[in-house]
């Protein structure tokens, strides 16, 4: 299918059947949605009650002690590791202020919050487990998908390990008004958010280019039965 869309190309929007666009242009979108009802694609997802985190909880989290969230959103997985009884280091990172704004108010000292984007954060200590949910790697175009996965990758220990969850490329994610070949466009009354489906073998394609010392895939379904993978790289 070809996506086509009316727009300058300043505005790193469509040519024919290319999508330009850079991971800042979804900022707008993030800031603007209402967060229950953020949180509302996150229930009808399934995993709002944290079964990604559960997962991987008791095999690598349990025993770390530290963890950064990525684009830590609202909160969720952050939730969820505490109510697992986690009590090592947590540190997340959120671009949107409206998020991050949020999560302290609800977490307070819990959790040590950087309201910045990941390219700008600086990371001063290494943790056990970069955590990165719910497609945040589709929120970086394809040709720039190596590139900050090596970014995430040294924010881990020696022996640390990067856990993140895609969906399945040959699936069309909720809420998208245009798909193409692994692209997506979502058009919102809240701004427009562009993504791209990185398929099982780029992923591993990128942790090999990165150095990644082990790669798992693992499938797991959400509570409404959708079909996702947790990746978890090791370094
Ligand atoms: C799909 S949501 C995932 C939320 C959360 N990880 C979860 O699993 O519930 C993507 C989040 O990443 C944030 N984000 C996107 N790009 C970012 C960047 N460059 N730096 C920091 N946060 C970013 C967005 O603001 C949004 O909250």
């Known amino acids: 299918m070809g996506v086509h869309m009316d727009k300058k190309e300043d505005e790193n929007i469509l040519k024919g059947d ?7 242009n979804n900022s707008d979108y993030y800031e ?10 996150a229930i009808i997802g399934g995993f709002e009650n944290g079964c ?3 997962v991987v909880y008791d095999d ?8 950064l969230d990525v684009g830590a959103g609202y909160g969720r997985a952050l939730q969820r590791l505490l109510d697992r009884g986690y009590t090592g280091k947590l540190i997340a990172i959120e671009r949107s202020k409206k998020f991050c704004d949020f999560m302290r108010n609800k ?4 959790v040590e919050f950087f309201n910045c984007s990941v390219d700008d954060f600086i990371c001063e200590m290494p943790v056990d487990i970069v955590l990165w949910m719910w497609s945040n790697i589709s929120e970086w175009p394809q040709h720039q998908q190596a590139s900050i996965l ?7 220990k020696p022996g640390g390990f990067l856990i993140m969850d895609t969906i399945s490329h040959l699936i069309t994610p909720i809420n ?6 692994q692209s997506y466009v979502a058009e919102t009354e809240y701004g427009t958010a562009y993504g791209y489906i990185p398929s099982l073998d780029e992923i591993n394609g990128y942790a090999k ?3 990644a010392v082990s790669v798992k895939n693992i499938p797991y379904k959400t509570s409404t039965e959708r079909d996702r993978f947790i990746h978890i790289l090791g370094f």
């Open 18 to 24: 290319t999508i330009a666009w850079i991971n800042k």
């Open 32 to 41: 603007n949605i209402p967060l229950k009802l953020f949180q509302h694609y």
């Open 52 to 54: 990604d985190i559960d």
């Open 60 to 67: 690598y989290i349990a025993r770390a002690s530290s963890v």
């Open 107 to 110: 977490f307070s000292n819990k």
């Open 150 to 156: 090596k970014r995430l990758s040294s924010f881990c």
């Open 176 to 181: 998208v008004t245009a798909y193409n070949t």
């Open 209 to 211: 280019e990165i150095g």
